[in-house]
């Protein structure tokens, strides 16, 4: 890194864009695996309270390896890096004063934990988006698992590499007990009962 880089600091606080929004804003990490729900449950969350007024953006997994982290694949290493990139970037949306929704399947606890570091205590919500790997591997809604059983995709997760479950997340959202709607109900309901909005 840089030694001739200096921070600056924002002429528009944080405090400043949640006040201009009516709304906190934080990071509600969903963490789960390949097929469990969470891009289905975190975009459509995000619909719902843009409807309500607030501002909201979803980082995707796939989408982020389009661009930001492109250069990366799925060895541990580049799991990590493309956790704290993502951190990061969630960090920058919070600051901005908006509610982001990162739907990745972060398996490891550490880079959960650090990405968690990042931010101020309400600021960091991790969402475990749980669903038996037998029902995930049903759904296989991209063919995914099947290319893994197939030796196709090496270090897939859940199959031949970890998933760490959350021990604690502040939210469970069971998929294969409750629909999209339940889920993003669960979802708001947490919201205003911190009295977020």
């Known amino acids: 890194m840089s030694t ?95 509610l982001v929704f990162t739907a990745f399947i972060s398996p490891f606890k550490e880079d959960r934990e650090t990405v968690r570091q990042l931010l101020e205590q309400d600021e960091f919500i991790e969402v475990f988006v749980s669903c038996p790997l037998e029902e995930c591997e049903e759904r296989d809604p991209k063919g995914l698992y099947k290319k893994a059983r197939n030796g196709e995709i090496p270090e897939f997760t859940g199959i031949s590499s970890p998933y760490e479950a959350p021990d604690a997340p502040e939210l469970i959202l069971e998929t294969n007990r409750y629909s ?16 977020w909005l």
């Not at 999209?180 to 009295?195: H, P, R």
């Open 4 to 98: 001739n880089i200096v921070w600056h600091d924002q002429a528009l606080t944080k405090h400043d864009q949640r006040i201009k929004n009516k709304h906190h804003s934080a990071v509600f990490w969903f963490t789960g695996l390949s097929g469990s729900g969470k891009s289905t449950v975190a975009n459509a969350a995000a619909k719902r309270l843009h409807e309500l007024g607030v501002n909201t953006y979803v980082l995707d997994g796939d989408n982020i390896r389009h661009g930001l982290n492109k250069d990366l694949g799925f060895s541990d290493e580049d799991r990590q890096e493309n956790i704290r990139r993502i951190g990061e970037v969630a960090k920058l949306f919070v600051d901005s004063g908006q």
């Open 180 to 195: 999209v709607d339940e889920c993003v109900d669960q979802l708001i309901n947490f919201i205003k009962e911190n009295n």
